[in-house]
């Protein structure tokens, strides 16, 4: 590998990771919430590490160049069978074909 390449993957990596917090506290100021009891679901451990997975993803491909926006744009409801499911080549191909059918 050269040295240009290593710099332009710990540029990328930095990029990412910048737009995965970016796109998870923007995602916080939502205030989702579930069930009758519309428990906050930023207070559940598990859900928010499937928005964190959703935000990398989202990050992962908009920095590889794909038409893919770095923030979470779906409603819950069609997030939600990505939560608890969905793995993270699941949700690649799942936020590829959403710019596709759009």
Request: some cysteine; glycine content about 4%; overall charge negative.
């Given at each position: 590998?050269?040295?240009?390449?290593v710099v332009v993957?710990?540029?990328?990596?930095?990029?990412?990771k910048?737009l995965?917090?970016?796109c998870?506290q923007e995602?916080q100021?939502r205030?989702?919430r579930?069930g009758?009891?519309?428990?906050r679901?930023?207070?559940?451990?598990?859900?928010v590490?499937?928005?964190?997975r959703?935000c990398?993803?989202s990050?992962e491909?908009?920095?590889?160049?794909?038409?893919?926006s770095p923030?979470?744009?779906?409603?819950q409801?069609?997030?939600?069978?990505?939560i608890?499911?969905?793995?993270?080549a699941?949700?690649?191909?799942?936020?590829?074909n959403?710019?596709?059918?759009?």
């Amino acid at each position: 590998m050269s040295p240009l390449t290593v710099v332009v993957a710990v540029e990328d990596d930095f990029v990412i990771k910048q737009l995965t917090n970016d796109c998870f506290q923007e995602w916080q100021t939502r205030d989702w919430r579930l069930g009758e009891d519309a428990a906050r679901v930023a207070d559940m451990p598990s859900y928010v590490e499937a928005i964190k997975r959703i935000c990398g993803a989202s990050a992962e491909l908009f920095v590889e160049g794909y038409p893919v926006s770095p923030f979470i744009h779906q409603s819950q409801r069609v997030i939600l069978p990505f939560i608890f499911s969905g793995q993270n080549a699941d949700v690649r191909q799942w936020l590829l074909n959403a710019t596709t059918d759009d």
